[in-house]
């Protein structure tokens, strides 16, 4: 689970506090708000924010080794006695792609963390080439050292690269089936990676017959909304947010493909399945999502 830190700039208010002591001081503070709300209308350049990153550092409570950016937040978690499943309820909430597509023929991750989606794929979806994208190097040789991520094979790959990089390169665009994002670094101020431009990148990579995003948010932040609005927008409204868990963190999906009409029966029967089959929560799921979306359990999810 990544915690958002508030944190008041020491910088801030101390100069918060500071009066102006004359007139020529006063118009040049004015002449700089002038200049802001400029900025502030100006066109936004989609660009990527530069990472910042942090000491990788461990904790370990009751059977649980817990990832750290160098603060006490938790970035990712491993059961020691069960090194392959998914500890966090938030990361299995990033399974809830499994409810809507098959195992596809390429499931890749943006963020890597403890690794927790690529060991589980990687163990479990055995008909998937499983790919995982991290840009902190630091981040890959934890996983291996730290949380039993295997080494690359024919259906394991790990690569150190930017995730903008990625989802813009051509070669990847109508190849994956399940994309799953959880890009944060050690300010944890939201993703770092949210413009509409992005969203439609990572889009274009989606199967044109079928793909599902699944991408962890703040709930309880501004970026939420930012983001919600991004994804509305590059994925033409077809997203849906779960129910929050983890003191903050949301899920959500968004969808690529024909639409979706499906009756919450068919659901809860396949959620039964994928519970029976993964040890996934998945009926939390098909119940979050009727609550999300304001429907009777005993309609249909039409997306």
């Keep these: 689970?990544?915690?958002?830190?508030?944190?008041?700039?020491?910088?801030?208010?101390?100069?918060?506090?500071?009066?102006?002591?004359?007139?020529?001081?006063?118009?040049?503070?004015?002449?700089?708000?002038?200049?802001?709300?400029?900025?502030?209308?100006?066109?936004?350049?989609?660009?990527p924010r530069k990472p910042r990153f942090a000491p990788v550092t461990f904790s370990e409570e009751g059977g649980v080794r817990y990832l750290h950016f160098g603060t006490e937040w938790v970035q990712g978690a491993m059961r020691l006695k069960k090194p392959d499943h998914i500890e966090l309820e938030y990361a299995q909430q990033m399974m809830?792609?499994?409810?809507?597509?098959?195992?596809?023929?390429?499931?890749?991750?943006?963020?890597?963390?403890?690794?927790?989606?690529?060991?589980?794929?990687y163990r479990f979806l055995k008909r998937a080439k499983v790919e995982a994208v991290e840009l902190n190097p630091a981040v890959v040789i934890a996983a291996r050292a730290m949380f039993e991520l295997p080494y690359d094979d024919a259906r394991l790959t790990v690569t150190e690269r930017d995730a903008w990089e990625f989802?813009?390169?051509?070669?990847?665009?109508?190849?994956?089936?399940?994309?799953?994002?959880?890009?944060?670094?050690?300010?944890?101020?939201?993703?770092?990676?949210?413009?509409?431009?992005?969203?439609?990148?990572?889009?274009?990579?989606?199967?044109?017959?079928?793909?599902?995003?699944?991408?962890?948010?703040?709930?309880?932040?501004?970026?939420?909304?930012?983001?919600?609005?991004?994804?509305?927008?590059?994925?033409?409204?077809r997203v849906i947010a779960l129910p929050e868990v983890h003191d903050g963190n949301r899920v959500a999906l968004a969808f690529a493909g024909p639409a979706l009409d499906v009756p919450f029966a068919a659901l809860e029967a396949r959620a039964k399945l994928i519970e029976a089959q993964l040890g996934l929560p998945a009926r939390k799921w098909v119940k979050g999502l009727a609550e999300s979306a304001g429907v009777a359990a005993s309609g249909s999810f039409s997306i």
């Excluded at 070669?171 to 670094?185: K, S, V």
Aim: contains cysteine.
């Design 1 to 47: 689970m990544t915690n958002l830190i508030r944190r008041a700039s020491a910088e801030a208010r101390a100069f918060g506090r500071k009066k102006e002591g004359n007139k020529k001081q006063r118009a040049a503070r004015e002449r700089d708000d002038d200049d802001r709300r400029e900025l502030a209308n100006a066109p936004r350049i989609d660009a």
């Design 96 to 121: 809830a792609w499994l409810l809507f597509i098959e195992t596809p023929a390429r499931v890749v991750q943006l963020g890597l963390g403890a690794a927790a989606l690529t060991k589980f794929c």
């Design 167 to 237: 989802v813009n390169d051509r070669a990847n665009h109508g190849t994956i089936g399940a994309l799953q994002i959880d890009i944060y670094d050690a300010t944890a101020r939201g993703p770092v990676l949210d413009s509409v431009s992005f969203y439609r990148a990572c889009r274009a990579c989606l199967t044109p017959q079928a793909g599902v995003v699944t991408i962890n948010l703040f709930g309880d932040h501004p970026s939420f909304v930012r983001n919600m609005r991004h994804l509305n927008e590059a994925f033409d409204r």
